[in-house]
């Protein structure tokens, strides 16, 4: 096991490691006279550092003035390290910046989450006990449907009709205009007011794949040979289902949510632009828009890390749950 | 019928293939296909979207860059009025007295200097009358010197000027008086005093400035009524109050009419209208706009008459209504004129199905258009994705081993990428670069294709991995056939299930990714349109509010056609894999 936890390991490093190469590569395509330009912006800032000085420092750090590859080494000597470097678009840290946004998509996808999983299991196992039912059907196309929904074009009908129509939420943002004056426990129920619109957008986004992923996988541990001997055997229906076939489904559910790790972490870009969520999609979506190299370097890697790592948990749940994959 | 029936029974043998129907593999999919409601929903829904982006585009009446306008009739400023206040300077023909001088003229006037300075030239100014002063360049002809009492006069040598015994007089009285101008043989000269020496000067009168406005009746007396001569001859009667007064061999008579002093010149006894004068400096707004004297008048007298609406039959005998703004010393005439606007935001009629957009064009005809290229990228890139995966996940089943090892640790790779960043950051590196946007869908669809791959070619190597183990494929060892051919002609057919419904599928994601990049700005650019790039409007949050036929049908194509999709991917996964019913 452990052997196996290291080769993934090292696997995942190179993997990270050449993602990073290609996104590094992509963004070199950006002409020069844009960086000239960025950096002539950013030394007009107030409290930035001269033209020059922003110049060599952006050289030295990504080697804009070499080759690709030399470029990309000189990046990754200093990524090693921790240094991201500092941020074009938002004049600070790039770590500092991330820091600051992270816990808003987390907080979002975390809601997101445990909303689906309630909502989802239960429709999708529903749907697979009676197949080719009204209700299987019901679920299916509302899957469907789910799945068939851009994220811009629903998120800008719930805007119409919520904010517009009906004025319940805010257009943008995440807190509103009086904020400042609330008092803490005001404030955060402010905050949950403005979450509410992203999530439920996210959450019917995400109804549709994990209800016919469960129904999928229920419907195969249900035409299984175990199923029909517990059958046999006599077992109230309510233990077959619970007991027998739902455990043996929890299995691909469980690497499905481990899947959901990087989503989790690395925001939801779109959802959060549309509603102008300052968390880490909306903030790295104005970052790549802008040619903010340092910061969009740090997202692409930041994201291909937790994609790794979500392999490698969903590798090791898959032993944990399934005794199985642990002999194998 | 019975006996028919029976007829027919005898003359079929009990195994003849009419008794037996025998369903072909591809027919008992096309069954159970067609059986399930569905995916013949979707199938039909399909059919509609490319009917209407196919075909829409050619029974459209419009195309899709048309710019829609019709006339409206705005209140366009007419004439602007102003009560002039200021003095208006008329510069002689041929003499020069710059701009920049006026200010110069202007100070001496309020101080009653004089003279004045303006660069290395010093002008005289004279005051003929109330408000009417004429400029000259002041020429040195004389000096004068108070020597002991006695008075001498000397005449400047280049001046050419001789001295008569009337301007010896009136020069000395004038300078023992201090006096700052004198008259002398109908000229006026003025003093310069600089203690013992004075100098003389003669002035040339070069400008007038004078606070009347003069407008000519026609377009033939324009150049008289610009004329300083003219000017100064009338401007000179004025101020003396006479009612008359002959300029270049003619004579002119003044006539006031309604607050208006018109002057007309004598034309063999038959008094002709040459131009009014007055306070008021009317002046029209735009080129094509040429303001008769008679119009001028009547604006004037309206303003005068305090009034905000007059009435002026034009040249069709029509009455045209004017209305008048004050602002300040400023009057505004304004009018409503027909003017050629472009329709933007129309609402829904029966000529534009669902109105028109902020750049005036047909709704309907551009989610036509853009239907084409959201169904076209989405094909092209599917079939590049498929070929894609075919060529890799083929090889990778095949051979097994290192090269499998290989391929998929790419796949690993490509699957690392995070996906909409690395679009995203194409679509702002082609917005530096400013790609054509033609061009633009090309690119997008290929690095579409290329990072989607991946899926497929997993597919495809698992099941070339359990396939290349059965008993067909150790019989093309046997026979011996070239290895390109085994996996292309033998494997890759049995996956051809398998991939349709992959391909169906991923149709719609894709169809909904270049939406939301085009939504983004980041895909389909302007004039080109793709669904996408059509609810982009959206953004705006005034045309999200008021104008809902131009983003909603967009976003309900775009459901529908990959609701569509998905329901005929789901049908044929059925219909290949009947294991699934129980």
Redesign the interface.
């Given at each position: 096991m452990a052997k196996f936890i290291i080769r993934r390991l090292v696997?995942g490093a190179?993997?990270?490691f050449?993602?990073a190469l290609?996104?590094y590569a992509?963004?070199r395509?950006?002409?020069t006279s844009?960086i000239e330009r960025m950096a002539r912006q950013l030394s007009a800032l107030p409290g930035a550092k001269s033209y020059n000085e922003l110049l060599e420092q952006l050289n030295r750090m990504y080697g804009l003035d070499g080759s690709i590859l030399k470029g990309f080494f000189n990046w990754v000597g200093y990524a090693i390290r921790g240094d991201f470097g500092y941020s074009w678009k938002f004049n600070q840290p790039v770590v500092q910046k991330f820091n600051s946004v992270i816990w808003y998509s987390v907080i979002i996808n975390a809601f997101t989450f445990v909303l689906q999983a309630v909502i989802c299991i239960p429709l999708g196992i529903l749907a697979a006990r009676k197949?080719y039912s009204a209700t299987d059907?019901t679920v299916?196309?509302v899957a469907?449907?789910g799945?068939?929904?851009?994220?811009?074009?629903l998120a800008?009908?719930l805007?119409?009709f919520f904010s517009?129509k009906l004025g319940w939420f805010d257009?943008y943002g995440i807190v509103g205009r009086m904020h400042e004056q609330m008092t803490t426990w005001q404030q955060v129920v402010d905050i949950g007011h403005h979450m509410v619109l992203p999530v439920v957008t996210l959450m019917i986004l995400s109804i549709g794949g994990l209800m016919r992923y469960t129904r999928t996988n229920m419907?195969e541990v249900?035409?299984a040979d175990y199923i029909r001997t517990a059958r046999a055997k006599g077992l109230p229906e309510r233990v077959v289902i619970n007991k027998h076939a739902f455990r043996n489904t929890m299995i691909p559910l469980i690497s499905y949510a481990s899947y959901l790790l990087?989503n989790m972490f690395?925001g939801a870009?779109?959802t959060e632009?549309l509603f102008q969520i300052p968390g880490i999609g909306y903030i790295?979506?104005q970052a790549?828009?802008?040619?903010d190299i340092p910061f969009?370097m740090f997202?692409?890697v930041f994201?291909?890390v937790l994609?790794?790592v979500s392999l490698i948990i969903a590798d090791i749940s898959y032993a944990v749950a399934d005794p199985r994959v642990r002999a194998n | 019928m019975e006996t028919r029936n029976k007829g027919s029974f005898g003359t079929q043998k009990l195994d003849d293939e009419r008794r037996v129907r025998v369903l072909s593999p591809g027919m008992l999919v096309f069954k159970r296909f067609v059986r399930n409601k569905l995916a013949i929903t979707g199938l039909v829904i399909l059919i509609v979207m490319f009917a209407f982006s196919f075909l829409g585009g050619l029974f459209s009446p419009y195309t899709q860059a048309q710019v829609f306008k019709h006339d409206e009739a705005i209140m366009k400023e007419y004439a602007t009025c102003m009560l002039n206040t200021d003095l208006r300077y008329t510069v002689r023909k041929g003499a020069e007295f710059p701009d920049a001088a006026h200010a110069q003229a202007a100070l001496a006037i309020t101080q009653g200097n004089p003279s004045f300075t303006y660069g290395d030239r010093t002008y005289s100014l004279v005051k003929e009358g109330e408000d009417f002063y004429t400029i000259g360049d002041a020429i040195k002809i004389v000096e004068a010197r108070t020597l002991a009492n006695k008075f001498s006069l000397s005449a400047v040598k280049d001046s050419a000027f001789t001295i008569s015994p009337a301007f010896a007089a009136a020069a000395q009285t004038a300078i023992t008086a201090g006096a700052a101008q004198f008259k002398a043989d109908g000229d006026v000269y003025t003093v310069v005093n600089a203690g013992k020496t004075s100098a003389i000067y003669h002035v040339e009168s070069i400008a007038l400035a004078t606070k009347n406005v003069y407008d000519p009746y026609e377009e033939q007396y324009k150049d008289i009524a610009t004329d300083f001569g003219f000017r100064y001859a009338s401007e000179l009667a004025l101020s003396k109050g006479k009612t008359q007064f002959s300029f270049d061999g003619a004579n002119y008579s003044y006539e006031t009419i309604d607050g208006d002093i018109v002057v007309s010149k004598d034309e063999n006894g038959t008094a002709v209208a040459v131009c009014t004068i007055s306070d008021m400096l009317v002046s029209s707004k735009a080129n094509d706009i040429f303001l008769s004297s008679q119009e001028k008048s009547l604006i004037r007298n309206a303003i005068r008459a305090k009034e905000t609406e007059f009435v002026i039959q034009d040249a069709a005998g029509a009455n045209v209504e004017y209305r008048i703004d004050r602002v300040n010393q400023t009057y505004t005439v304004r009018t409503l004129t027909e003017s050629r606007v472009i329709t933007m935001y129309e609402f829904p009629t029966a000529a534009h199905l669902l109105g028109t957009d902020s750049n005036g064009m047909d709704v309907m005809t551009r989610l036509m258009y853009g239907g084409r290229i959201s169904l076209m990228v989405g094909f092209v890139v599917v079939f590049l994705e498929t070929f894609l995966g075919i060529v890799m996940g083929g090889i990778s089943g095949y051979f097994g081993g290192w090269i499998d090892t290989a391929i998929m640790r790419f796949v690993d790779l490509f699957n690392c990428i995070p996906f909409y960043p690395i679009v995203m950051i194409i679509g702002t590196v082609m917005d530096k670069m400013e790609i054509d946007p033609i061009k633009r869908i090309f690119i997008l669809m290929a690095v579409l294709g290329i990072l989607g791959w991946t899926s497929i070619a997993r597919v495809v190597r698992g099941q070339i991995l359990s396939l290349r183990e059965q008993d067909f494929m150790v019989a093309t060892e046997a026979t011996g056939i070239r290895v390109s051919r085994k996996i292309f002609k033998h494997l890759v057919p049995n996956v051809m299930p398998l991939l349709i419904v992959q391909a169906t599928m991923s149709l719609g994601g894709i169809i909904i990714t270049e939406a939301t990049l085009s939504f983004l700005g980041l895909g389909v650019k302007y004039p080109l349109a793709s669904w996408g790039s059509i609810i982009n409007a959206a953004t705006n949050v005034h045309i999200m509010t008021n104008y809902w036929f131009i983003w909603i049908p967009a976003g309900m194509l775009i459901v529908l056609t990959v609701l569509g999709f998905n329901f005929v991917g789901d049908g044929l996964r059925d219909a290949f894999d009947p294991k699934m019913k129980r």
């Open positions: 696997l190179f993997i990270v050449f993602g290609v996104a992509v963004i395509c950006l002409p844009f197949q059907y299916t196309v469907l449907m799945i068939s929904l851009p994220t811009f074009f800008t009908l805007k119409y517009i257009l419907l249900l035409n990087p690395g870009m779109i632009t790295s979506y790549i828009t802008q040619g969009t997202y692409i994201i291909e994609t790794q | -």
